[in-house]
């Protein structure tokens, strides 16, 4: 399965921000839920002040519950575990 193009600029920039140590990880409400969530964010500079650009939150939990993993035998497919 082909990873998108917006994902991998995305991704990009992350790995750019990480290497420049422009990287936070900042504590901030779901939108939706209003729980909390801890955002992983390229941090910039502008004009003094500073601006923050989320890319995604961490796992709460086990994230490995959270997830399926692509199947290696299927560049389509992802591997389900049997449900119990």
């Known amino acids: 399965?082909?990873?998108p193009?917006?994902?991998r600029l995305n991704f990009d920039t992350l790995l750019r921000a990480a290497s420049d140590g422009n990287?936070?990880?900042?504590?901030c409400l779901?939108?939706?839920t209003r729980e909390p969530r801890y955002v992983?964010?390229?941090v910039g500079r502008s004009d003094?002040?500073?601006a923050s650009t989320p890319f995604g939150h961490l796992a709460d939990g086990n994230p490995y519950d959270a997830y399926l993993p692509?199947?290696?035998?299927d560049p389509t497919g992802f591997l389900v575990s049997p449900t119990t």
């Open 48 to 50: 003094g002040e500073y």
């Open 70 to 73: 692509p199947d290696p035998d």
């Open 30 to 32: 779901d939108a939706a």
């Open 1 to 3: 399965m082909a990873i």
């Open 23 to 27: 990287l936070a990880l900042m504590e």
């Open 40 to 42: 992983l964010c390229a």
């Open 5 to 7: 193009d917006y994902a």
